[in-house]
């Protein structure tokens, strides 16, 4: 596959309530691809687990690298692709969590707990997967989904529930010729949008906070890997509008001929 028609960057910022505890961005995203299909994933780990982030981490590099060898062998639809990407995810984080002491549903409430966005470019599709809360975007048309703090998590299936909540839920399915830009986030990322009309001063400079589709369509993105990061730091950081942590991947198509000044 190797798709060079695909400008794809991630970015990851701490929220000011950690920040302000001391505590880790708890936050996670990766991205790959091979010959057959382009993953990319963003998690967040929930805000009560002690060691949050760990499980993100993992569980991020482990469904992307996963599920590209499940989908290069796939001879199923890809939901059930999916649903044995999960199985072979909650085996993952079982091996690990019972290394790490007697107390199994205590490792797994310390260190697993987070929820789970998928976009798969897969057969000349776009697929999106999610389980828990955040937000994603495809061509400008955003869809937050809310849980209300009490998200569903792919590690309480360790715990032997099989309960259909804690699957993958599919949210969209759309051709890649009709796919313009994806946006995948954190919860986090949902104050950007609520704020959007709000001022901050940048290096002099009064302009608005923007919506979240300003990052698919502001072409400045696919100038420099590095932009999407440095905007979040300047949202997050430099002017505190996200308290909670805030992850994005951004997948813009690029035009015949577009050159990025530095891939």
């Known amino acids: 596959m190797r798709r060079n028609d695909l400008f794809v960057v991630g970015g990851s910022v701490m929220g000011t309530y950690h920040r302000k505890c001391f505590r880790n961005n708890q936050d996670a995203y990766c991205i790959g691809e091979n010959d057959k299909a382009l993953i990319a994933v963003v998690c967040d780990g929930c805000g009560s687990g002690k060691y949050s982030e760990v499980g993100s981490r993992l569980l991020s590099r482990f469904l992307v690298h996963e599920g590209l060898r499940l989908l290069g062998d796939c001879s199923g639809s ?4 999916l649903e044995q990407l999960r199985q072979r995810a909650v085996d993952f984080i079982t091996r690990i969590a019972v290394n790490l002491g007697d107390d199994l549903k205590e490792n797994i409430n310390d260190h697993f707990l987070c929820t789970v966005f998928l976009a798969i470019v897969y ?12 937000c994603f975007s495809v061509n400008g048309n955003l869809k937050i989904i809310d849980e209300n703090n009490v998200p569903n998590y792919l590690a309480y299936g360790v715990l032997g529930s099989d309960d259909e909540n804690y699957e993958f839920k599919f949210q969209l399915r759309l051709p890649m010729t009709e796919v313009k830009s994806v946006l995948l986030a954190t919860d986090g990322a949902v104050e950007i949008e609520e704020r959007a009309e709000s001022m901050i001063n940048i290096l002099g400079s009064n302009q608005k906070i923007g919506h979240l589709s300003d990052f698919e369509t502001d072409d400045r993105f696919l100038k420099n890997r590095s932009l999407l990061q440095k905007r979040l730091v300047i949202l997050g950081v430099n002017h505190g509008i996200m308290s909670d942590d805030t992850t994005m991947v951004l997948i813009r198509r690029m035009e015949a001929g577009h050159d990025l000044d530095d891939q």
């Open 78 to 81: 890809i939901e059930q692709v």
């Open 123 to 134: 057969n000349d599709e776009l697929y999106i997967f999610t389980l828990g809360d955040g």
